[in-house]
């Protein structure tokens, strides 16, 4: 079992940043794809970007590509979220995912076997 502990979510202004971080229990923390999700209020949760174990391959939503940076650091068990250049629709709660795979990285949530409790990402205009 891997439980997933989000934090960082918080209120920004539009154009700010806000770094957000997921740590992951369990010792085969590699072994494991990433990924962070986003639900907006009356919206259906959606993919955001998802990472490989080793980091190496990534997958941005055209939403947020160029202005969101995913990274892990698998000394830590942890994924960070930096969101840069904040914008009033990326106001959501955000949820990392987890799932024991090494091939391609998948957008679909069904994909993804452990979630997190969610961190809120609030963008002020």
């Known amino acids: 079992q891997v439980q997933l502990v989000e934090s960082g979510g918080g209120l920004a202004q539009t154009g700010g940043s806000l770094r957000l971080s997921c740590v992951a229990s369990?010792?085969?923390?590699?072994?494991?794809?990433l990924a962070w999700f986003r639900q907006a209020p009356g919206k259906e949760r959606e993919f955001v970007v998802a990472?490989?174990?080793?980091?190496?391959?990534?997958y941005y939503a055209d939403s947020v590509k160029g202005r969101f940076t995913i990274s892990r650091d698998n000394a830590k068990n942890t994924v960070y979220l930096q969101m840069n250049s904040l914008k009033p629709e990326d106001t959501a709660v955000y949820y990392c995912a987890s799932r024991a795979y090494v091939g391609s990285l998948s957008q679909a949530q069904s994909s993804y076997t452990y979630w997190g409790q969610g961190t809120q990402v609030t963008v002020s205009s």
């Open positions: 369990g010792r085969t923390f590699s072994a494991y794809q």
């Open positions: 990472i490989s174990g080793h980091g190496l391959r990534t």
